[in-house]
Nanobody, 123 residues
Framework: QVQLVESGGGLVQPGGSLRLSCVVSGATVEYYTMGWFRQAPEKEREFVAGIDSVGSTYYADSVKGRFAISRDNAKNTVYLQMNSLKPEDTAVYYC?????????????????WGQGTQVTVSS
């Protein structure tokens, strides 16, 4: 059984940083495409960042240059480093995985999901 467990969310001031972690069990992350999505109240879940099985990374335009996704194969963990946070980054952040070599930006294409972690950017 594949399980994803996120951590690292919290309250941060605008301009601050957070690092989210996603520990995966039951699957090997280096053979999966992993993604981070977020969902703000009354909004659709949206793609934030992704990393495919060869380590190529992909970002939504809204976070490009501020966020960085990475993977530690030894720890079977995926990270999302978030810098220069803005109030509009406030959302529940979800880690997701799919057993494929290729990236996709649609949440419907990801089979496995974590429970989500709240990120609030406010002064």
């Amino acid at each position: 059984q594949v399980q994803l467990v996120e951590s690292g969310g919290g309250l941060v001031q605008p301009g601050g940083s957070l690092r989210l972690s996603c520990v995966v069990s039951g699957a090997t992350v280096e053979y999966y495409t992993m993604g981070w999505f977020r969902q703000a109240p009354e909004k659709e879940r949206e793609f934030v960042a992704g990393i495919d099985s060869v380590g190529s990374t992909y970002y939504a335009d809204s976070v490009k240059g501020r966020f960085a996704i990475s993977r530690d194969n030894a720890k079977n963990t995926v990270y999302l480093q978030m810098n220069s946070l803005k109030p509009e980054d406030t959302a529940v952040y979800y880690c997701a995985g799919r057993p494929s070599y290729t990236i996709t930006y649609s949440s419907r294409d990801y089979y496995y999901w974590g429970q989500g972690t709240q990120v609030t950017v406010s002064s």
